[in-house]
């Protein structure tokens, strides 16, 4: 049964008509009763929105921060749901935005008591965040392995109902990373789900923690909120599942919000791309062993195992690393493309003997089907390798792990995007603070493929004059010969004075993760008063949380220009170690092709998108206040770019210079 709409509908005026009424008195009258600000900014920003909604177009809504433009999209999104008796859905840029929206006194609850409404709000979350019982048994049958106690605590914490024969009766949802704090993420990545395990043919699924999660959010009637990255999983694999007989990962919605929806197509690159391991393959020929086959057959297997090891022993030849990326770019060797065909052809073969092999019905149906499905997936891999020349390929290594994964992207997000996204009669909404660059939003909207778009921006709210202060470097920051010396260190030691001046409460920000370790390994030496938290090194909801709550903590990131919500004084300073560019990996390459000046039609855009984000991690709210430090070399060398970085910092924010303490 649908919910209620919260108004009643009148039949001399449109839904759309009765709905901009109640937000009207939503925003001037109701929220004001419990203590809500009356914003101009919000207002306008519920008005633009009302057309997106009335005329199914994609809006792309740029508002400042401190707007509320969360209760905005949440209000529209609601009354839609309710409306269509279809839900909305919410994909956030990551799980830590999403659970800042559900937490205790977060936004939707906040709205739920101010509006006395009661709002069935489900969470999606991606499928990497869940524990694979089969991965947690293999670990823990290895007594030797590093952290096998670890894992052992972590089957003693199971529910009973997962380790029980008999017929499942109760059950209850568990296997969330969030209750597995302590481990680290490369512990994690050991027992997680990941895109590798056939989760079709596993002998726990009726017990799997994912499983019941997934059966359990689809029933919502309100809003499902979930990553960028699950909604994209869910476009791409839309079509095998329901080709498997399975169900898409998300049921049908009423509409489409992306909050910091800059970020959407870093999602898609992930999800639209063909993953390819050496395990892969392995999998699949092991599959075969347990049945009886044809002694050709079994033999053909073998030819397949070893033109497999073959591939991967020339992939990891042709690795070539790239500065700031844990992307590796390919070097498509005369070996890499022979090693290519052998196994292309291969397997190939195998694929042509599994349909003799499925005639003498050795093999059930069912998982016949799967095997060809896995193969076919293999198959078409290869062959995007062998003749698509204009597919973007990288690698990298799985964490904690030296095994390298092939990705192929066939064609640009752009047109897959338009596609199965855009194309379908649907409000869309994209929510962010920095959407447009130079008050354009064509970087954006051409990255994802959309053409036909309205949108607005308007200000934040906030008084960056009297509440921020940014710093940049002193001509003499660096001092003489500045390029001989280890600026890193330099910087490092730089920033322990200025922590242990502020006494802590800061937030470091990277522009990778091997910058980070870097910034870490210098450090190692050097005491401080107050903890220092590095991303990565437990789980990140856990670690924001430990930040918060210790109001002399310093936090240590290359993931947190976006999404990082801490107002108060745990955050009263942010340094920024360098300019946050896009590495020069091979997604960035295919994007740079083609452009008059990529330095200004893509690097450029995408490191100011970044540094506004980066930059609007400080003020909150509106009794925040605090530093800015950008530590660029750049911003003293290349007066274009320091005049770009200006001009989207906080307007009337004033700049002065850091100097060398």
């Keep these: ?85 279809k839900p909305a859905l919410i994909a ?23 509006l006395d409404l009661e709002v069935d709000v489900r969470l999606a979350k991606a499928q990497d965040n869940y524990l694979c019982l089969q991965k947690l048994d293999k670990v823990r049958g290895n007594p030797d392995r590093h952290g096998s106690q670890v894992f052992a605590g972590v089957y003693q914490k199971l529910p009973a109902f997962v380790k029980e ?10 296997g969330d990373r969030k209750e597995y704090p302590e481990l680290s993420d490369e512990e994690w990545s050991e027992i997680n789900w990941d895109t590798f395990q056939d989760c079709t043919q596993c002998s726990k699924r009726q017990r799997c923690g994912l499983t019941l999660h997934r059966d359990f959010y689809r029933k919502s009637q309100d809003l499902i909120l979930c990553s960028h990255d699950y909604y994209m999983e869910h476009v791409w694999t839309k079509d095998s599942r329901v080709r498997e007989g399975q169900l898409p990962l998300l049921p049908d919605v009423s509409c489409l919000v992306f909050d910091e929806g800059h970020l ?16 892969t393959l392995e999998r699949i020929l092991q599959s075969f062993e347990h049945h009886d086959l044809r002694e050709s057959f079994l033999l053909l297997v073998e030819d397949v195992y070893e033109a497999n090891d073959l591939f991967f022993e020339e992939l990891g030849r042709q690795m070539i690393e790239v500065e700031g990326s844990d992307r590796y770019e390919v070097n498509r060797s005369a070996g890499l493309q022979r090693a290519t065909d052998q196994l292309y052809a291969k397997v190939q073969m195998l694929g042509e003997e599994l349909v003799i092999e499925s005639e003498r019905h050795f093999i059930q149906v069912y998982d016949q089907r799967a095997l060809e499905e896995s193969l076919d997936s293999v198959e078409l891999s290869l062959r995007l390798l062998i003749q698509d020349r204009d597919a973007i390929t990288w690698v990298k290594r799985e964490e904690g792990k030296e095994e390298p994964v092939l990705f192929i992207m066939p064609r ?41 778009y309205i949108s607005f921006s308007t200000p934040s709210p906030f008084d960056y004059e009297s509440r921020m202060k940014i710093f940049m470097p002193s001509d003499d920051f660096f001092g003489e010969n500045s390029m001989k010396k280890n600026v890193n260190y330099e910087k490092t030691q730089w920033i322990k004075e200025r922590l242990l001046q502020t006494g802590g409460r800061t937030l470091v920000l990277f522009p990778s993760a091997k910058e980070q370790d870097e910034f870490e390994q210098l450090n190692q030496d050097n005491d401080y008063p107050f903890p220092l938290l590095y991303e990565g090194k437990s789980e990140r909801s856990h670690m924001v949380q430990l930040f918060q709550e210790e109001p002399s903590a310093v936090l240590c990131a290359s993931r947190l220009w976006e999404g990082l919500d801490v107002p108060g004084e745990s955050l009263s300073h942010i340094i920024i170690w360098e300019l946050p560019y896009p590495p020069n990996d091979p997604v960035f390459q295919s994007k ?45 060398s290349d007066d274009r770019t320091a005049e770009h970085v200006i001009q989207i910092l906080p307007p009337h924010a004033p700049i002065a210079e850091a100097e060398k303490i």
């Excluded at 092709?593 to 984000?613: F, I, S, T």
């Design 1 to 85: 049964m649908n919910q209620k709409l919260p108004f009643q509908l009148d039949k001399t005026k449109t839904f759309y008509e009765v709905l901009a009424d109640w937000v009207g008195d939503v925003f001037y009258d109701i929220l004001p009763e419990h203590g809500f600000d009356v914003r101009d900014e919000q207002i306008y920003m519920a008005f633009q929105l009302e057309k997106a909604f009335k005329e199914n177009k994609v809006i792309f809504a740029e508002a400042g921060v401190g707007t509320g433009k969360t209760l905005v999209y949440l209000l529209y999104a609601i009354c839609y749901a309710r409306y269509t008796g």
């Design 592 to 636: 740079r092709k083609g452009k008059a000046d990529p330095y200004l039609e893509v690097d450029l855009p995408a490191m100011l998108l970044r540094m506004k984000q980066g930059v609007g991690r400080l003020i909150r709210h509106k009794e925040d206040k605090g530093t800015v430090t950008i530590l660029s070399q750049k911003l003293l």
């Design 92 to 114: 956030c840029a990551d799980d830590l935005l999403i659970e800042q929206l559900m937490k205790d006194k977060g936004d939707i609850e906040k709205l739920s008591t101010a």
């Design 264 to 279: 959407l197509e870093d999602a898609a690159q992930k999800a639209l791309s063909y993953h390819l391991k050496h395990r």
């Design 412 to 452: 640009t997000v752009a047109a897959v995007l338009q596609e199965f996204v855009f194309a379908k009669s649907l409000p869309v909404i994209f929510s962010s603070a920095t959407l447009s660059v130079g008050g354009s939003f064509e970087y954006v909207a051409s990255s994802l493929g959309i053409k036909d």
């Design 165 to 174: 024969k008999n017929t499942l009766q109760q059950f209850s949802a568990y």
